[in-house]
């Protein structure tokens, strides 16, 4: 399981990020990135936005119309956390959601940056790979594994 949390760059900020709502800060326009809904933390970003805006991390209607608002203020929709590291080093980004597991290579930036666990709660995504039972291409499925 990975913890889902927010990355900000500590210098760029009037005061300390506490919440997913911290996107939606002036001080952050053009600088925020979030995960391509493709990706493993874009479904993530959206349950994280429901427990921040809605009723909880299934009130999908209420997050996607709070992304909405904030959708010219998102300089990239990132698809690797490498990506987003260098959009960070670039001085691009300054604040985006992400799995815990970059955060190692985040640090090693040696970039002024803080971890954030939101306030109103996060969510735990994981990635998993399952074969169906009887498929006719179980030798490419192992390859692949």
Known sequence: ???NGLVYRT???SEPVRSCKDLWRDEFKDFVSLPDISTTQGPATVMMTGLAWGSGAKDADMAFAKL???K???IKFYNRSSELISLIQQEEVWIAPVQRFAWGNLVKTGLPLAWVNPSEGTVGTQNLICLVKGTS???LAYKYI
């Open 72 to 74: 010219d203020n998102i």
């Open 68 to 70: 909405a608002e904030i």
């Open 1 to 3: 399981m990975y913890n």
């Open 137 to 139: 291409k179980a030798d």
């Open 11 to 13: 210098h760029k900020v």
